[in-house]
């Protein structure tokens, strides 16, 4: 078992402008934790997770593959959360680089076909189409998800099979109303992208997934 | 943080700025120096992944020599050393990336750069 990151310098303070660790954080470290050997296995050089906001999935995996052996890169639309991710990468000892981005477009197109793990745990909740929007950049932003709670998260996986490596996995965070197994059929149609629900539990009124694709 | 190994990966994305977008010109820059692991294999994995020109570019202009303007045939310690430093071990605290295209400015604050674009300019 890995320890969680240590986050214990993020203040109830912090949390009223940045994602506070929950149980969507958690399914998702227990998944790459369930996956570490395979992880280690396929050699990655860059991780990039996107909406990173406190921090402790990229430091996760760093823990994972070691911090020297790969780059962590994590962009969020939240700048409070961009700080928070690299406080969370000092108080661990790690090296994450942290930029304020919407999703991956700075990283266009140095990024394409390089990515060898891409991280998102998204905002899913279904809401009004605005609020997903205006949303974007405060803690609205952070679970606010428009339409199926998809309007955010769409927009990334239209990029997924532009930035993975061809050894690359991307790991997704889900809710049972963004509807799992159409996100999974659309990425297999449009893009050829294999997926596999890795793990799924319930959470209070919850229902969440990690979804894995690959190229394979 | 900004260190140069993610400076080598940056673009302008602004609107209708597609060409001559890359490398972002560092300005009023304050950098730190923070050491880092060295991982010879990391390094060595990466180099094929760089663009060369615009990392010797960047390194000159945050003051830093040491590496060769073509890159060399023989990799041997010294010079993963020296890549290993610029890097990963310069920091770029303060300071703005600017696009040679458009003009474009991306400030960077608390070692974070702020690469958001306005509505208008969201291509
Ligand atoms: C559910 S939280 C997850 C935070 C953290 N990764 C975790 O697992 O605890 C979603 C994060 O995505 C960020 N976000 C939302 N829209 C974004 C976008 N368009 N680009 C980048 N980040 C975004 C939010 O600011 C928030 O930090
Ligand atoms: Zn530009």
């Known amino acids: 078992m890995l320890p969680t990151p240590d986050y214990?310098?993020?203040?109830?303070?912090?949390?009223?402008?940045?994602?506070?660790?929950?149980?969507?954080?958690?399914?998702?470290?227990?998944?790459?934790?369930?996956?570490?050997?395979?992880?280690?296995?396929?050699?990655?050089?860059?991780?990039?997770?996107?909406?990173?906001?406190?921090?402790?999935?990229?430091?996760?995996?760093?823990?994972i593959l070691g911090g020297s052996s790969a780059l962590y890169l994590?962009?969020?639309?939240?700048?409070?959360?961009?700080?928070?991710?690299?406080?969370?990468?000092?108080?661990?000892?790690?090296?994450?680089?942290?930029?304020?981005?919407?999703?991956?477009?700075?990283?266009?197109?140095?990024?394409?076909n390089q990515v060898d793990i891409l991280i998102f745990n998204p905002?899913?909740?279904?809401?009004?189409?605005d609020e997903a929007i205006t949303g974007q950049g405060t803690i609205t932003g952070a679970w606010a998800?428009?339409?199926?709670?998809?309007s955010i998260t769409d927009v990334l996986l239209s990029k997924v099979q532009t930035l993975l490596s061809n050894t690359g996995v991307f790991y997704l965070v889900a809710i049972k109303q963004n509807d799992?197994?159409?996100?999974?059929?659309?990425?297999?149609?449009?893009?050829s992208l294999n997926s596999e629900v890795v793990l799924q539990r319930r959470a209070g009124r919850e229902h969440l997934f990690v979804i894995k694709f690959d190229k394979a | 943080?900004?260190?140069?190994?993610?400076?080598?990966?940056?673009?302008?994305?602004?609107?209708?700025?597609?060409?001559?977008n890359f490398p972002l010109q560092f300005k009023d820059i304050e950098i730190e120096l923070r050491e880092a692991e060295f991982n010879p294999d990391f390094i060595r994995g990466f180099l094929p992944k760089l663009e060369w020109k615009a990392l010797i570019d960047a390194a000159k202009q945050l003051g830093d020599t040491s590496l060769p303007s073509e890159q060399p045939e023989m990799i041997d310690?010294?010079?993963?050393?020296?890549?290993?430093?610029?890097l990963l071990e310069i920091h770029i605290e303060e300071g703005a990336m600017i696009c040679p295209n458009c003009q474009h400015v991306y400030p960077i604050s608390n070692g974070i750069p702020n690469m958001l674009l306005a509505e208008h300019e969201i291509g």
Request: aromatic share 6%.
């Open chain 2, 77 to 86: 310690d010294e010079f993963l050393k020296n890549l290993h430093h610029v």
């Open chain 1, 8 to 63: 214990s310098h993020l203040s109830s303070k912090d949390f009223e402008d940045v994602y506070e660790p929950a149980e969507d954080t958690f399914i998702l470290l227990d998944a790459l934790e369930q996956d570490a050997h395979f992880l280690r296995e396929r050699k990655p050089k860059i991780c990039l997770e996107i909406g990173s906001g406190s921090g402790v999935v990229s430091a996760f995996v760093s823990s």
């Open chain 1, 180 to 191: 799992v197994p159409a996100i999974q059929r659309r990425m297999l149609e449009h893009f």
């Open chain 1, 123 to 129: 905002p899913y909740v279904p809401t009004p189409k």
């Open chain 1, 145 to 150: 998800g428009g339409q199926d709670g998809m």
């Open chain 2, 1 to 20: 943080m900004v260190r140069l190994i993610t400076h080598n990966l940056l673009a302008c994305h602004a609107k209708n700025c597609t060409s001559n």
């Open chain 1, 74 to 112: 994590a962009t969020d639309i939240n700048q409070h959360a961009s700080q928070c991710t690299l406080r969370t990468a000092r108080q661990n000892k790690i090296q994450i680089d942290p930029l304020t981005a919407h999703l991956s477009d700075p990283f266009s197109p140095r990024l394409e």
